[in-house]
């Protein structure tokens, strides 16, 4: 386990606007209440608590990758409008303590949906 720090710094913040997320069509996810996680120089993502989402779309898959800093992430499926979208989610269910903010949000890659609306 490593810590954020100067030489990678990991912030979390609350989203101030909506964020939806869209494939096939549907809405996978929306909240007002979404955190935004910005990882060194990496894009900024948006975590959605998955009570904001719409869990019957997704299904869970064998895929896991372990990241230094934030722990070990799960992956799911989506399937929408007889689209499936690959390993396009992923959540860390057990964050490391100074992740413990995400535990409970799940992740969208932006470019296996067809939108991350935010606004």
Avoid at 33 to 49: D, G, H, K, M
Avoid at 62 to 71: A, D, E, F, I, V
């Amino acid at each position: 386990m490593k810590l954020p720090g100067p030489d990678h710094p990991i912030t979390i913040m609350p989203t101030p606007q909506r964020v939806r997320v869209i494939l096939g069509g549907q809405v996978v996810a929306e909240t007002s209440r979404a955190l935004t996680l910005q990882e060194a120089s990496y894009p900024a993502v948006q975590y959605i608590p998955r009570e904001d989402a719409a869990m019957e779309m997704l299904a869970r898959t064998p895929r896991s990758t372990h990241c230094p800093y934030k722990g070990d992430a799960s992956y799911y499926s989506i399937a929408a409008s007889g689209r499936q979208a690959e390993n396009a989610v992923w959540s860390y269910e057990s964050p490391y303590p100074a992740m413990a903010a995400i535990k409970g949000y799940l992740a969208f890659y932006p470019d296996r949906v067809d939108a991350i609306e935010i606004g």
